[in-house]
Structure formats: C-alpha cells, structure tokens
C-alpha cells in the first residue's frame, strides 16, 4: 500500500481491523465479506457494497471534524495531550461507556505504535506499510513491528490519524464505525498508543492486540443503553460505510458487536424517535468479519432526543433481537 503524502491539520485513517491472523477457528477475519445482509423490510433500508479492494481511509479537518461519544468527566482532562498514557486513558474511557473490558498497556504495543507514527510523521505522510533502508524503519507490516519489539504471533490492527492532539484523534477514530469495531471490540486485550510530530507533520497511531480466547460480554453496543451521544457524524470515511451518493453529515453510527466471532446477519432494522415514527436507516456492509451489525441513520439526528433501536438479527443460526435506547446530545 502507498503511503498518502499529509498536509498538516488533516485527520487521516486507515485500516481499521485488518486482523493479521486467522482465527483458530479457521475464520479468517484478515479477509474482507462482499455481501450485505439485506433487511426484510427495503423501504427503511439502503444498504451498500463498497469495493473490497479501497485501502480504509477517513478525512476530515481537525477543526471540523464530527464530534466524540460521550466519555465520562475523568476524559476532560486528557484532551489535548499526546502522551501514550493519556490516549489509552481516553481509548479505555471510551470502551468503558459501552460496557467494554479495559484494554491493558504494554510497552511493546506501544513502541510498535509510537516507532510507526514516528516513521508516518519524518515520512510526512499516512500508511501501514514502511520501507526497508527508509528513516526510522522498524518492520514492513503492524505484525513485523510487533514482533521486532518481542511480541511475536499477534492477532492485532492499527488506526492512523494526523492531527496535533493525540487525544482527540483517538476520540475521531472512535466515530468512523468501521474503526470503531476494532477499538471497542469485546476481545480487545491489548492496546498501545503513539503520536509524533516532525518537522511540522504529525501522526497518531494506535495498535489493537485481540485475544479471541478471552473472558468478554456477550456482546458490546455502541452507543450503550442510555448513553448520551452527538446526534450526527460527518460520514467521512472509505470503504464508505454510506450507501454511494448519500448526504452527509448523517446520523451517529449504531453498532453492536458480538464474542466468540459467532456470525450475524441483519434481517430487519428499526430506529424510532420518541414519538414513535421511524427514522431512515442505512446498512453498514460486512466488509471485514461477520460477527457485528452497524446501522447509519441517513439524516442527523434531533439534539437532545430519545431514541430506540431494533435489530431482528440471526446469530449463529438462531434468530434473535437487540433492543434499546440512547439520546442524543443538546
């Protein structure tokens, strides 16, 4: 994959969940799924197949960028930093809100994060690949530098971001729901965070170790029950999770992701507001495992709403539905 050359200010991600091992299980979860699982009722739905082949890659401007879940007030305090710490913090606090497991730190994952973003930042650019004999190489791949800093084997993705706050990159991430999936992922066990700046280029990037044998909820929804979240996002974001030639801004992405990698297809989806009337969704393509569903209401949501989620799911060959509510922001 070529590295993308960066302007300053400009927030900038790529590769959301690229798992680089399968499952033992024989689920390969590095591949990409072509097919959306259409919803029984087409009228409320628009669903979408972007190509398989687009490197993930988000843009917006640091200034304009949509906003952040809710994060509870410990979050406040670490806006603005760029220190490893102070982004696991934020990333943890994030995960939190959903009724996610903590991730752990380990100083391995982090140099891997932090070499890479060093190696983005001297490049002045964006990617996932380095080059050997380039300044600053310390693995072609996330898998290599993982294992050049003793953490061999590992089952992980990277995110990538450019902005001068380190912080509030890892909370844009969290917005963009093919990015999401792996940051709030229920078998994410390990996580490190590094930003860089040189010679007036910046880059955040952060690595996800996943551990598909670990202890995890059932599942993990985003927003949460009850959370408060923005009403809308800037849908800025490739593959492009919105159905080709939506408007935008639209919506906040609704999410829900399950454990043991057990596989779902969405049958039916319903989002009404307070009132009771339905709310035009669309369909977020399986594009890179089986095991969540994420919906995009086409329009930004009201401020200050309530609003309840249906989901008529088939997990793991069994018919099941997700139901709850969240508001939105004032």
């Known amino acids: 994959m070529k590295m993308r050359s960066m302007p300053r200010g400009t927030l900038v991600t790529l590769a959301p969940f690229l798992l680089v091992v399968a499952l033992a299980a024989g689920i390969a979860l590095a591949g990409y799924v072509t097919s959306s699982h259409g919803p029984a009722e087409p009228a409320r739905i628009e669903t979408s197949s972007p190509p398989v082949t687009a490197t993930p890659l988000a843009v917006g401007s640091a200034a304009g960028s949509a906003a952040s879940p809710s994060a509870p007030p410990a979050a406040t305090g670490h806006a603005g930093s760029n220190d490893a710490a102070a982004m696991l ?3 943890n606090e994030l995960r939190g809100a959903v009724g996610a497991p903590a991730v752990r730190g380990d100083d391995r994952v982090t140099a891997a994060a932090q070499h890479h973003a060093e190696y983005l930042a001297r ?5 996932h690949d380095e080059t050997p004999g380039d300044p600053g190489f310390t693995g072609a791949t996330v898998r290599d530098r993982l294992a050049a800093q003793g953490y061999p084997d590992a089952t ?4 990538a971001a450019s902005s001068d706050s380190g912080t509030e ?3 844009f991430l969290w917005d963009l729901p093919y990015h999401r ?3 709030m992922h229920p078998h994410a066990v390990v996580a490190g965070w590094g930003h860089a700046e040189i010679a007036g280029h910046t880059a955040t990037v952060g690595v996800v170790v996943f551990d598909f044998t670990s202890t995890a909820p059932d599942r993990v929804r985003s927003p949460a029950a009850g959370q408060r979240v923005p009403g809308s996002w800037a849908g800025q974001e490739s593959p492009d999770a919105l159905p080709a ?3 935008r801004p639209v919506g906040y992405p609704l999410m829900v992701v399950y454990s043991g990698a057990r596989p779902v297809d969405l049958r039916a989806a319903r989002l009404t507001d307070s009132g009771g009337y339905d709310v035009a969704v669309s369909v977020v393509p399986q594009i890179y495992e089986r095991d969540y569903v994420a919906i995009v209401p086409v329009a930004p949501l009201a401020a200050g709403a309530r609003y ?3 989901l008529d799911l088939t997990l ?12 939105t922001e004032r």
Do not use: K, N, P, Q
Not at 123 to 127: F, L, Y
Not at 156 to 159: D, K, L, P, T, W
């Open 169 to 171: 990159d890892v909370r």
């Open 308 to 310: 309840h989620v249906r």
């Open 245 to 247: 030639g939506a408007s």
């Open 181 to 183: 999936l792996g940051l």
């Open 123 to 127: 490049a002045g650019a964006i990617g």
């Open 156 to 159: 992980a993705s990277e995110v």
């Open 89 to 91: 913090r934020v990333h």
């Open 316 to 327: 793991a060959g069994t018919d099941s539905v997700e139901e709850w509510d969240f508001e």
